[in-house]
């Protein structure tokens, strides 16, 4: 029974190899860097591809920035902006920034796909923002053990900051996020500024949940040895931040074997 396990797990790691691919030893779909050269990537909060013209300029409006242009997202993805998802950008054009050749992502081209500029401006895509002014933040992490805070902390955090953390342990091991601090902007629904996690390396699957507020999350442990967050603050309104603390945990101190969720490193 193991070993059929082990062959079934092989089987589902090749599959997946070739659809998706290594880079830096990284085993993943998609990459995305935090903010590169102050272009973002955002989606509607209600989901991939619900942006219509009009709705992506006010996104990226509401966010203190304006659409990316071309040059900028060109910029971006020459010191490594990666992102698998179609988004507005300036002039009603729609296009994504691919650095890492994919037969899933971009058809094996490298540069911007470009899907030209859009007659019909209702069409629903995600959008490319540009904002020189928000702090770069976030990071990958691979240490066993670490301190992640919000920008600025112990002071406040600013208006418009977007923040990934990328962690990643040992294969094999699991994450276990604990809350030190919490105080974020708060609202019914976390529309506005906000710490999201994902049980994954990118912020396209896995979400576990979007926090804001001041009460303090329970712990929070990964399936497997990829985790990410995201904090994202609006133009107005700021609070205390967050200190949160990660440690990589072994699997087998956890009853659960189920490593559906591994990377290799
Ligand atoms: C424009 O796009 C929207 C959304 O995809 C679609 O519902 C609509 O029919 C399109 N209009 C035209 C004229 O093609
Ligand atoms: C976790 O596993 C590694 C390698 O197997 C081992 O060296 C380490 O002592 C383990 N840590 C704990 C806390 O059990
Ligand atoms: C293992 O994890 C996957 C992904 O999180 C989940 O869908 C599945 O139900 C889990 N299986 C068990 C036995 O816990
Ligand atoms: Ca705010």
Not at 6 to 33: P, Y
Not at 94 to 111: E, F
Not at 127 to 153: A, D, F, H, M, W
Not at 224 to 242: I, P, Q, R, Y
Request: proline fraction near 2%; glycine fraction near 10%.
């Amino acid at each position: 029974m193991r070993v059929f396990t082990v062959i079934l797990a092989i089987g589902f790691f090749l599959k997946e190899t070739q659809a998706w691919g290594f880079k830096n030893g990284i085993f993943h779909n998609s990459i995305w860097l935090e903010q590169a050269a102050g272009v973002y990537h955002r989606e509607s909060r209600n989901g991939r591809y619900q942006l219509t013209y009009k709705d992506a300029k006010a996104v990226c409006k509401y966010e203190g920035g304006a659409l990316a242009t071309y040059a900028q997202l060109e910029a971006a993805r020459k010191i490594g902006l990666h992102i698998c998802a179609a988004g507005w950008f300036d002039k009603g054009r729609v296009g994504y920034p691919i650095v890492k050749a994919g037969v899933n992502c971009g058809s094996g081209k490298i540069g911007i796909v470009d899907y030209g500029y859009r007659l019909n401006k209702s069409e629903k895509w995600d959008v490319y923002c540009y904002n020189p002014n928000s702090k770069e933040c976030g990071g990958t992490l691979t240490e066993q053990q670490r301190v992640i805070i919000s920008p600025g902390y112990p002071e406040e955090y600013q208006d418009e900051q977007i923040c990934y953390w990328h962690i990643r342990v040992r294969y094999g091991q699991r994450i276990r996020l604990h809350f030190l601090e919490f105080d974020v902007e708060e609202d019914t629904s976390c529309q506005a500024d906000y710490l999201e996690i994902y049980d994954s390396y990118d912020d396209i699957s896995g979400f576990a949940g979007r926090y804001c507020g001041d009460y303090l999350p329970d712990d929070i442990i990964s399936t497997g040895n990829v985790m990410t967050l995201k904090f994202l603050s609006d133009a107005s309104v700021v609070a205390g931040g967050f200190q949160l603390e990660y440690i990589a945990v072994n699997a087998s101190l956890i009853h659960s074997q189920n490593n559906t969720n591994y990377i290799f490193t």
